[in-house]
């Protein structure tokens, strides 16, 4: 449960580990779009096989924090700083849903995982309203709920930026 957790050894890097924690997302949608599948596939597979990627890592890294956060705690004290599952999950929400057009060129692709990669980290830092109150929850369910909720909001503001300026 360990590699999951902190995202297989991530997390013990010690300076912004909740920054290397979100990275792995971003360099799978980037390779998964260099191999040609994105929601812009020329295939019918394509946009299933992205989106059902994303939902497995957060699936995983999300029951990891909720199995294994009692452990991790006992092990490292309350929301440790090596547990960057959570970031994972959460980075994987912006990346769900987007249309097809924020991954119609090489610009557009680099400009949306950039900002869906910047607008969790900001948010997830910040922590708006309730994501700040959540962390509070006993074990994997106070590290992850703040993530997930960072996650959301960062999809949010990404679907509205993508549509508004790349999808004319």
């Known amino acids: 449960m360990l590699p999951l957790l902190t995202t297989f050894g991530l997390g013990h890097i010690r300076i912004a580990s909740g920054t290397w924690g979100s990275l792995p997302p971003i360099i799978i949608a980037a390779l998964l779009w260099l191999a040609g599948i994105s929601p812009a596939s020329s295939t019918n597979w394509g946009p299933w096989v992205y989106t059902a990627v994303f939902i497995a890592i957060l699936v995983i890294f999300s029951a990891a ?10 092990k490292w004290g309350k929301d440790p700083s090596q547990v960057v599952a959570d970031e994972t999950a959460g980075q ?54 703040d993530d997930l909720f960072a996650g959301l909001y960062a999809a949010l503001v990404l679907q509205v930026v993508v549509r508004l300026t790349m999808c004319n």
Do not use: V
């Not at 924090?65 to 006992?74: F, L, N, P, V």
């Not at 769900?96 to 119609?104: D, K, T, V």
């Not at 557009?108 to 700040?132: M, V």
């Open 65 to 74: 924090c909720i199995m294994g956060g009692k452990q991790a705690e006992a």
């Open 92 to 145: 994987c929400l912006p990346l769900l849903a987007l249309p097809a057009c924020a991954f119609s060129s090489l610009l557009y692709t680099i400009l949306t995982l950039t900002g869906a990669f910047l607008l969790f980290r900001i948010l997830d830092i910040i922590k708006p309203w309730p994501a700040n109150g959540l962390q509070s929850k006993p074990h994997g369910w106070g590290i992850l709920l």
